[in-house]
């Protein structure tokens, strides 16, 4: 794992919040997360050294990333918990944002980032990056879930999240 230093965490913050004011400036609303669902699922892989295998998309524009502890062959797995979920909302309000002041204002009419999705997401990034590098410290055999659903506000992404299998395995979910 790389050391976590003064200068790294800085670099990270910096990287994390040029995501949020890219998020926030290209909102989409409900169904409609395409761009976000890839900007997040690059974003993993560049930055967070994330397996392309461990992330499947889910509900069409949601994603569900697995990040797995040591998989030895000489450790059985655990008893009780092995996988637990961390879900962030992706979806923007169908509004047009008028907060000319902000440099990152919504560039998409009638799409905004208004009650902290755009948030929602960075955290969930950010977590899931450090949760990568911190992989070998997880119980062997466990996995961390990030769920990344869409259609919050009102469009059911829950219920089709979970048809799709986002909660599959999963023994608790935050």
């Given amino acids: 794992m790389e050391q976590l230093t003064p200068d790294s965490v800085h670099e990270l913050f910096e990287k994390l919040t040029a995501l949020r004011h890219h998020f926030h400036q290209n909102a989409e ?7 976000t669902q890839q900007t997040i699922r690059e974003y993993l892989i560049k930055h967070g050294q994330i397996d392309p295998q461990n992330i499947h998309a889910c509900a069409n524009t949601g994603l569900v990333v697995n990040i797995f502890g040591p998989q030895p062959d000489d450790v059985p797995a655990p008893e009780g918990i092995k996988c637990v979920a961390f879900r962030g ?19 998409n009419t ?33 996995c961390v879930r990030l769920v990344f659903q869409p259609a919050e506000e009102g469009g059911f992404g829950a219920v089709e999240m979970i048809k799709g299998g986002c909660l599959d395995g999963v023994d608790e979910i935050y």
């Fill in 110 to 142: 009638g799409a905004a980032h208004m009650c902290g999705h755009d948030g929602h997401m960075t955290s969930l990034v950010g977590f899931g990056i450090l949760m990568q590098q911190a992989r070998h410290l997880l119980p062997p055999h466990t």
């Fill in 29 to 35: 609303i409900t169904w409609k997360e395409v761009k």
């Fill in 89 to 107: 909302d992706m979806d923007a309000l169908p509004m047009t944002e008028h907060n000319p002041h902000l440099d990152y204002q919504s560039v």
